[in-house]
């Protein structure tokens, strides 16, 4: 399986992922952490992360994966949403917890 393959695979597989740089528990950067503080925000008590500093080839697959350069990388239903800036804009409007109550409703 090709890199894209299994990236394809865990974006698809689970409602919701963050690709990030250390794990939910220890982000090793602000950018990481934030975007983990604002899925606890929101309670979403569990979601896959997968750390992007284990496995270079997953760090640079996941940026080519998304034509985007920046870790971390939120990914709800399969759709890549943004990175940690993004997720902060999206919850001051409202939109992520809109995103979010639709992977509950289906689930």
């Not at 503080?37 to 998304?66: C, H, M, P, W």
């Not at 870790?71 to 992520?96: A, H, K, R, T």
Request: proline share 5%.
């Amino acid at each position: 399986m090709s890199i894209q393959e299994a990236i394809h695979q865990q974006v698809t597989t689970h409602p919701v992922v963050l690709y990030m740089k250390g794990t939910p528990q220890f982000p090793q950067c602000g950018f990481s952490g934030n975007a983990v503080r604002i899925l606890n925000a929101l309670g979403v008590k569990t979601f896959f992360s997968v750390d992007v500093l284990r496995d270079a080839e997953i760090r640079q697959g996941i940026k080519d994966y998304a034509n985007w350069p920046t870790i971390p990388q939120l990914y709800i239903n399969g759709e890549f949403v943004g990175g940690s800036d993004i997720m902060g804009e999206m919850y001051q409007s409202g939109e992520l917890q809109q995103l979010l109550a639709k992977v509950a409703a289906s689930n």
